[in-house]
């Protein structure tokens, strides 16, 4: 019987990209891109998100880091809002009413600034009027007058009552506890000592006399008190009237400048009552500070005008269109605003002008843009945004009060919030937040998926070429030549792993267009053709593959047991990938497979010292099932076996081996060897359909290095899946080497395909009876579970 298999051409073994179908020579002479290319979906969804201003639409662009979420983001916000209004400025002012919470003004764009500039000027002017006023000849007349009215009254009042003493007996004198009436006899005064020497009726005169004049004295005193009064209110009416004079006209003036703004002229009104209520402290602002005050006071003293100063916290004088805000660095207090602190000597203060603005702030009218991973290290910063949108607006605190760690402080009035945001971030983390977070779906409801490949029509290879023309004129690149556009062309489909489709993995296509300038610069080259696009590749590959020599280095010493010549019963070469990151590689593994008689079923030993992960479980457990349906129709399967990936010191995951292991047991079973000069990737299902698995061009130039290093005899190949055909973009390497017959990549539909090609013989069918054609593998390993059945039932007999 002649056994066929499908041996791939070269031609299927990648899509070479032909320069000589692009219509220029270089990409100097293209177009440079506007736009992004392959992200349709994304794009549109972003498009619609940022036209749609509905409370709770907000983005999450989704998407593999390098695919241009970030800089197309920026790009098309940047454009939007370059045609939209400029918002508001915002300031915070002290509110004379509750001095704990500032007032937040609003002003239109560039006024802030205007208002802290006149409040500042209105200041340090009235600290110098506010003075002159009060040391004018015209105050001084007026209050002059005031105290000499007040000096005549008082001196009047007291002279008719020293006269109406003297009358009834009584000379009066002043001392520091006020004004002492004293008895006289024959005009001269009476001490203690004489007044007790009088006759006692005497003494009953004084004292009735006495009482007499303290009661005049009393009434005296207090018209003496009324005058004093009467005196005072006079001056402070006077210096009300100087200070009004002095307040009143500047603030006049600014009420005028800001009368379209209530708010404003409000804040305004405040601000004179609070001046004129303390203007003694404006009469005393050019004094010296007393050299007499200890030190420790000293610090403690403030500006009594701070007050009147204007915390513009947002400044959209300079902007254009609404304000774009990339927050590289999300913590709370740079998203939310905070607080600030003074200490001195122990004492903690605030107040409204320690308030400093967040990146909300500065967005707020206009889109802010935020990398998730970067805020989900912010717990604290996500609670915060998320509070933020859902309440409209931004209440600055300190995190440490809200946390209840501290308390007192300030409580500025919250600002009114009307912003985009636009988080950038990953699929896996946009669905644990849709599932797990219940707020997320209901303000984020637009999802920009940005896809890691597209199409490799011509029109998309096209943009790719005018992609290459733009990132060489913005970064002053040399420019490619249509073969090395098409050699890059070629380095996108395999990153892409898809022979028709090309990688949107921006980020990784650049580092090649960089690498590959720097090298034709280094040979003082004026234009880059595929030469240093691959040497670009090959080098940058070269940089991070270490690990992959050593361990090749390792197979070709014998250390890791690898055969490539003979044919061996139960052994077969699978192939696997080993991924670092900046680098991912193929290496074969020995698997063996091992049976015996018995009950035990198929025993996976990666699994029994755990080492295997759950896929790589399941697919084991899928061989007992196609065994099972082939085999044990007619009697039951009596079987133990195990299976190993030999000399694997760390885990394994992934069902890409599976087929491969059951070829290691079917070959176990029958006792036919198999060829260990071809390598097996795919997985299976209970049918012995072969699946398809990732990493396949990975997988072929691993063994083929293998291969390589001990000779090429002619007869090695790969087998893989038929559905990874369209993954092929093989290295030139490969290609020269299938073009030469020295290498070989089959493409396998079933298991019977595949142990018929590695063991040249025939799988085999069975009849109606459910027996195998005679020589067949299949055959071979009916008679064998026959065999371990009879076995069985031999033991189970002899026990009862």
């Given at each position: ?186 005009d001269k005064p009476i001490d203690e000592a004489g007044f007790l020497e009088l006759k006692p009726e005497e003494r009953k005169g004084i004292e009735e006399s006495s009482f007499v004049v303290q009661t005049k004295l009393m009434d ?340 890791i047991l690898i055969s490539t010549g003979e044919r061996v019963v139960g052994q077969v070469n699978g192939l696997s990938v080993m991924d670092f990151g900046d680098i991912s590689f193929g290496k074969p593994s020995r698997i063996t ?208």
């Amino acid at each position: 019987m002649i056994l066929s298999y499908k041996e791939l051409t070269v031609k299927e073994l990648s899509n070479l990209c032909d320069p000589s179908t692009f219509g220029f020579d270089t990409t100097k002479e293209l177009e440079p891109l506007d736009g992004i290319i392959g992200q349709g979906r994304a794009a549109s969804a972003m498009e619609f998100g940022l036209a749609i201003k509905r409370v709770g639409y907000n983005i999450y662009v989704a998407g593999m880091t390098g695919t241009g979420r970030s800089s197309y983001s920026k790009s098309i916000i940047n454009k939007i809002a370059q045609g939209e209004k400029t918002p508001e400025d915002w300031c915070y002012v002290y509110n004379f009413a509750t001095p704990d919470n500032p007032v937040a003004l609003n002003l239109p764009t560039g006024m802030g600034n205007k208002l802290q500039r006149d409040m500042k000027r209105l200041i340090k002017s009235l600290k110098i009027k506010v003075p002159q006023a009060f040391e004018g000849e015209e105050y001084e007349k007026q209050k002059n007058n005031i105290v000499k009215s007040y000096q005549e009254e008082r001196s009047c009042l007291l002279e008719g009552f020293s006269s109406y003493a003297k009358q009834n007996g009584f000379a009066i004198k002043k001392t520091e506890q006020g004004i002492l009436t004293i008895p006289l006899k024959d005009d001269k005064p009476i001490d203690e000592a004489g007044f007790l020497e009088l006759k006692p009726e005497e003494r009953k005169g004084i004292e009735e006399s006495s009482f007499v004049v303290q009661t005049k004295l009393m009434d005296v005193m207090k018209q003496v008190k009324e005058v004093e009064k009467t005196a005072s209110d006079k001056l402070e009416d006077l210096e009300a009237r100087i200070a009004l004079a002095t307040v009143e006209q500047p603030i006049i003036e600014l009420k005028e400048r800001y009368s379209h703004h209530k708010n404003v002229v409000d804040y305004l009104e405040c601000v004179q009552k609070d001046i004129i209520l303390n203007i003694e402290s404006f009469r005393e602002s050019n004094k010296e500070v007393d050299e007499s005050i200890p030190f420790p006071e000293k610090i403690m003293l403030k500006d009594f005008t701070n007050k009147y100063q204007v915390n513009l916290i947002v400044d959209h004088r300079d902007t254009v269109g609404a304000p774009v805000i990339f927050e590289s660095n999300p913590k709370y207090h740079n998203l939310i605003g905070k607080i600030e602190y003074e200490s001195n000597l122990g004492v903690v203060t605030t107040d409204f002008s320690k308030i400093k603005a967040g990146s909300l702030h500065a967005a707020n009218g206009g889109y802010i843009i935020i990398n998730m991973a970067d805020l989900m290290h912010n717990p604290e910063s996500w609670e915060g945004i998320k509070r933020a949108i859902k309440t409209n607006s931004i209440t600055i605190e300190n995190i440490h009060s809200a946390a209840g760690i501290v308390s007192g402080g300030i409580k500025p009035q919250p600002i009114p919030l009307n912003i985009k945001v636009v988080l950038i971030g990953n699929g896996q983390l946009y669905h644990m937040l849709y599932n797990y977070d219940e707020d997320f779906r209901k303000l984020f409801k637009i999802k920009a998926d940005f896809d890691m490949d597209m199409s490799s029509a011509e029109d998309n290879i096209i943009k790719y070429a005018q992609f290459i023309s733009s990132y060489c004129e913005k970064k002053s690149l040399l420019h490619f030549d249509n073969t090395g556009v098409a050699a890059v062309v070629e380095y996108s489909r395999r990153l892409a792993d898809h022979k028709h489709k090309l990688s949107t993995r921006f980020n990784d296509i650049v580092e090649i267009l960089i690498e590959a300038d720097a090298w034709a610069r280094i040979d003082a080259e004026e234009i880059i053709s595929s030469y240093y696009v691959k040497k670009a590749i090959k080098e940058k590959y070269y940089r991070s593959n270490r690990i992959e020599e050593k361990l090749q280095e390792l197979i070709d010493t014998g250390v890791i047991l690898i055969s490539t010549g003979e044919r061996v019963v139960g052994q077969v070469n699978g192939l696997s990938v080993m991924d670092f990151g900046d680098i991912s590689f193929g290496k074969p593994s020995r698997i063996t497979a091992v049976t015996y008689a018995g009950e035990k079923g198929i025993v996976n030993i990666e699994r029994e010292v755990e080492m295997s992960g759950s896929i790589h479980d399941k697919g084991v457990l899928i061989l007992s099932g196609y065994l099972g349906e082939k085999f044990a129709q007619e009697f039951p399967m009596s079987l133990s076996a195990s299976v190993c990936f030999e000399q694997l010191y760390d885990g394994v995951e992934g069902d890409s081996a599976s087929s491969t292991e059951l070829y290691a047991l079917l070959s176990s079973l029958s006792e036919v060897p198999i060829k260990q000069f071809i390598a097996v990737t795919g997985s299976v299902n209970q049918r012995g359909e072969i699946q398809p698995i990732g990493g396949v061009n990975q997988k072929i130039e691993g063994f083929f290095q293998t291969c390589k290093a001990r000779g090429l005899v002619g007869n090695e190949g790969v087998m893989i899946p038929h559905q990874n055909v369209v993954n092929l973009m093989l290295s030139d390497e490969v290609l020269k080497a299938v073009e030469d017959g020295t290498f070989h990549i089959y493409a396998i539909k079933d298991i019977v395909e595949g142990i018929e090609l590695l063991t040249d013989i025939p799988a085999g069918h069975s009849d109606e009876n459910g027996e195998y054609t005679e020589g067949t593998i299949y055959q071979k390993v009916q008679k064998k579970l026959e065999k371990y059945a009879r076995i069985m039932e031999e033991i189970e007999s002899e026990v009862e």
